[in-house]
């Protein structure tokens, strides 16, 4: 077989047979390079394949003014604190295109460069049309010009800091630059340093649900599109089946919403759609979140970005986004692990771009990894011009303990939540114990520290992750927290014990023992962790 004939058939193993993912990854070549990051299906369960394996983002998000070169040091030193595997960070329209139709990329080649001279991977946000449901990120001359670019127009004609999805010029104007964008980076970088790329940030519209101006009134009037009247989409949406009707008449109390939600989403799929006709990289939209346990009014949240509710007409509405992304500020591990339901679909690869730094937090990445995320990303990871950037690094202190035992075991933990192996549970409010359901075997995960694990954790920080390799055999990670096993079935109430509990860390791929557990360690109750996480490797054997 000929030299080029090779190539062509590990790309196309890689990219569609997951079987030969260990194949290739061991015959990993600097062509590998070449491959085109690539978010993959099979049976409901999603992994991003980056130089075609699959690949988990160990983020961390720049603050918002960040991505300038006098900053980026700041930001860098905060990654390498973290070890973090990839940095989301900002992209400016009005620094891009300054006049109409003249861009300076300066900026995305300083980023490209700092990355791989780190060996990193990046996200691009692009900050342009919406940046938390405002257009503040336009460029000048763009804002010079409100009669040819408005903004939304509220219920009683108040003017709306806010866009208007209705404008054709905007959206034309947005989507050449992206296009521009796009372009520029399949030329500039053929390494794919660049993973994905965010359009647009936290779209939509606060203090008013939608556009009222008389242009928005007049399609809100019209009938919806037929593409929305798809029966599964309406069922989805929990409205009757009907084949035609107004906003008002086919969506009801809801048709506000759903109208400004089908408007946003319409406007960002002409600019992703310019974008992935020049560049085939994934790409997503983040989303401002409402409470997704009390269905509130429209109203008392940021209306028409993808919330929960819309993620149906954002589906149907936005073909060329590849995912919709929760950002998690929201209190309470009832509410952060609804959202992590809600958004972990057979239609939507779950992804965390932004959640909140503080350490309770850092649990919620063991959930994701369960969900077969793609990434997980604390926002503000710099100083942002305040402060010393070892007080930045101290703040993420817990959850770089994470990263830097899951970092070397990356490809084999992406891997195993593609193959749907990995069970968590986090520590909620009431401090429970928690099961984990095994197969044969059942594991029963209790909260707290001490030597017996008796001694309760003040804060709900505790967290259990459990790849099942086999009927028996398990990797084992946790922090402020003690697995007990018990054989279940057939074996229920059966004599067993531990055939062996290796402590070990993982480095290139394979698993190296640094001890074997007993006694003390093993006993009054099975394997503890304390407050830094530690890797098991352990075997049960039913006597």
Not at 141 to 168: C, F, L
């Amino acid at each position: 077989m000929k030299k080029n004939d090779t190539l062509k058939l590990v790309r196309f193993i890689s990219v569609f047979c997951f079987g030969a993912f260990i194949l290739v990854g061991t015959a990993r070549s600097q062509s590998d390079k070449s491959l085109i990051p690539t978010l993959v299906e099979k049976d409901g369960l999603h992994t991003l394949l980056v130089d075609g394996q699959p690949f988990f983002m160990l983020g961390g998000q720049a603050h918002n003014s960040s991505a300038w070169p006098a900053m980026l040091p700041h930001v860098w030193s905060a990654i390498e604190a973290m070890h973090a595997n990839t940095l989301e960070v900002p992209i400016y329209w009005e620094q891009i295109e300054p006049q109409p139709g003249k861009f300076d990329f300066s900026l995305i080649d300083t980023l490209l460069l700092q990355a791989r001279e780190r060996n990193k991977y990046l996200v691009l946000l692009w900050f342009a049309t919406w940046k938390n449901g405002s257009n503040h990120y336009m460029p000048e001359w763009m804002k010079h010009d409100a009669e040819k670019y408005p903004n939304i127009t509220g219920r009683n004609g108040q003017p709306v800091d806010s866009p208007s999805p209705h404008t054709k010029a905007a959206m034309e104007a947005d989507a050449k630059a992206f296009k521009a964008v796009m372009k520029y980076l399949k030329e500039a970088d053929p390494q794919h340093t660049v993973l994905m790329v965010q359009v647009q940030n936290e779209p939509g519209a606060w203090g008013s649900v939608r556009d009222y101006s008389p242009v928005a009134q007049k399609l809100f009037e019209g009938p919806v599109p037929k593409k929305l009247l798809n029966p599964e989409v309406l069922k989805a949406l929990k409205k009757p089946v009907v084949s035609k009707g107004t906003w008002q008449e086919v969506f009801g109390d809801d048709a506000d919403e759903y109208f400004h939600a089908w408007s946003v989403a319409s406007y960002i799929e002409y600019v992703a759609a310019a974008g992935k006709a020049v560049n085939k990289l994934p790409l997503y939209v983040n989303a401002a979140l409402r409470d997704p346990l009390t269905n509130p009014k429209a109203s008392s949240y940021e209306s028409g970005g993808p919330t929960d509710n819309v993620i149906p007409i954002w589906k149907v509405a936005a073909p060329s986004i590849d995912l919709l992304a929760p950002d998690i500020y929201l209190s309470g591990s009832e509410k952060v692990l609804k959202v992590l339901d809600l958004y972990a679909r057979p239609d939507n690869v779950l992804m965390v771009p932004e959640i909140g730094g503080n350490s309770e937090n850092t649990k919620y990445l063991y959930k994701v990894l369960e969900h077969g995320g793609i990434g997980f990303s604390p926002f503000g990871i710099d100083n942002n011009g305040v402060g010393t950037d070892e007080a930045a690094a101290e703040r993420l202190a817990t959850l770089a303990t994470e990263y830097a035992i899951i970092g070397p075991m990356m490809r084999e933990m992406a891997k195993w939540a593609f193959e749907g192996k990995i069970k968590a549970v986090v520590e909620q409010e009431d401090h429970a114990e928690q099961t984990i359901d095994l197969g044969e075997w059942k594991a029963v995960v209790t909260f707290g520290g001490g030597r017996r694990g008796t001694q309760a954790n003040e804060r709900p920080i505790g967290k259990a992750m459990v790849v099942k390799l086999s009927e028996g055999e398990f990797i084992l990670i946790g922090t402020n927290c003690r697995f007990t096993f018990m054989p279940q079935g057939a074996n229920d109430g059966k004599a067993w014990q531990y055939l062996k509990v290796k402590e070990g860390k993982y480095e290139d791929g394979k698993f190296k023992l640094l001890r074997i557990r007993n006694g003390d360690e093993t006993d009054w109750g099975g394997p503890r962790f304390g407050a830094v996480p530690a890797v098991l490797r352990t075997t049960l054997v039913v006597r």
